[in-house]
């Protein structure tokens, strides 16, 4: 089991990969995409994405920020500080 954690604000943030087939995140405030190869998720330190083979979202609460995903998880990986939320019209200007 890996297990990192952080705080930031009042939300803390932590990932629990248990072998590589659960995941356990919190603080997550949305689920931007996902499908059975990747899972895009904003959290407090930024997007999130988590990458493998038959990923399934077995647990979202935005209330709680707890994401508890299932399957192959070949990666996590921060991208960096969380994307602006709006169109892109709405960013430029």
């Known amino acids: 089991m890996a297990y990192e954690e952080f705080r930031t604000g009042e939300r803390a943030c932590s990932a629990v990969l248990e072998g590589r087939a659960r995941l356990t995140l919190t ?3 949305d ?3 996902f499908d059975e190869r ?10 999130l994405v988590v990458t493998g083979e ?10 709680s920020g707890e994401l508890i ?6 990666g996590v990986e921060y991208l960096g500080e969380r994307r602006q ?4 019209w709405s960013r430029l200007f």
């Open 38 to 47: 990747e899972i895009a998720a904003d959290t407090a330190e930024g997007e």
């Open 31 to 33: 689920v931007e995409s």
């Open 54 to 63: 038959g990923l399934h979202v077995e647990r979202l609460s935005l209330e």
């Open 69 to 74: 995903v299932n399957g192959r998880i070949d």
């Open 27 to 29: 603080g997550v405030s």
């Open 85 to 88: 939320k709006g169109s892109l």
